[in-house]
């Protein structure tokens, strides 16, 4: 049975940084693309972030390139997302997924961990 | 990046068939066969109903069924249920290499 478990959301002040954990099992983890994706309170699904399975490619909404950065160990059968310079509208739960494709952004998810909430607030 | 668009709410009679649609250009939604659908529910994680615009993963009930023409895809769902109500989203590859969502749709089983 795959499982996907997230960690590492909480409260964190506008401008700070967090870091999200996706710890999955029941699957060979190397040889599947990842994704992100969140959902403000109250709204819609946006996709966030996706990478390969070697962890060699990534992709990026332009919402959040050049402050989130994807990453996976492997070893560890862990994805995380590294969350630098926080907005007030990254508040959501973030979702991990993993993907029915090796290119995680043209992938349908059917396995979805169970969110991890991050508020950006002062 | 702009989200695919649907419409905000779609209501119908237990038995009835209702259509949702999602709404996207050619760099995304009539571009690529990869449109999919979820449900969600309250407090719950999105489960997938369609993927690749046509397709059922095991499961799903065969109530389910997705269509695309030009920059619009469509999920139907025949003989509705009480269980079937719910927030749908549709999703498109995009050819930026990510993925767009839609606006959601909440359908109300009457």
């Known amino acids: 049975e795959v499982q996907l478990l997230e960690s590492g959301g909480g409260l964190v002040q506008p401008g700070g940084s967090l870091r999200l954990s996706c710890v999955a099992s029941?699957?060979?983890?190397?040889?599947?693309?990842m994704t992100w994706v969140r959902q403000a309170p109250g709204k819609g699904l946006e996709w966030v972030s996706g990478?390969?399975?070697?962890?060699?490619?990534?992709y990026y909404a332009d919402s959040v390139k050049g402050r989130f950065t994807i990453s996976r160990d492997n070893s560890k059968n862990t994805l995380y997302l590294q969350m630098n310079s926080l907005r007030a509208e990254d508040t959501a739960v973030y979702y991990c997924?993993?993907?029915?494709?090796?290119?995680?952004?043209?992938?349908?998810?059917?396995?979805w961990g169970q969110g991890t909430l991050v508020t950006v607030s002062s | 990046q702009s989200a695919l668009t649907q419409p905000a709410s779609v209501s119908g009679s237990p038995g009835q068939s209702i259509t949702i649609s999602c709404t996207g250009t050619?760099?995304?939604?009539?571009?690529?066969?990869?449109v999919s659908w979820y449900q969600q529910h309250p407090g719950k994680a999105p489960k997938l109903m369609i993927y690749?615009?046509?397709n059922r993963p095991s499961g799903v009930s065969n109530r389910f069924s997705g269509s695309k023409s030009g920059n619009t895809a469509s999920l139907t769902i025949s003989g509705l249920q009480a269980e079937d109500e719910a927030d749908y989203y549709c999703?498109?590859?995009?050819?930026?290499?990510?993925?767009?969502f839609g606006t959601g749709t909440k359908v109300t089983v009457l």
């Open positions: 050619s760099s995304d939604v009539g571009g690529y066969n990869y």
């Open positions: 029941g699957f060979t983890f190397a040889g599947y693309a």
């Open positions: 690749d615009v046509t």
């Open positions: 990478i390969s399975g070697s962890g060699g490619s990534t």
């Open positions: 997924a993993k993907a029915s494709k090796p290119i995680a952004a043209a992938a349908s998810y059917v396995d």
């Open positions: 999703s498109s590859y995009r050819s930026s290499s990510t993925q767009v």
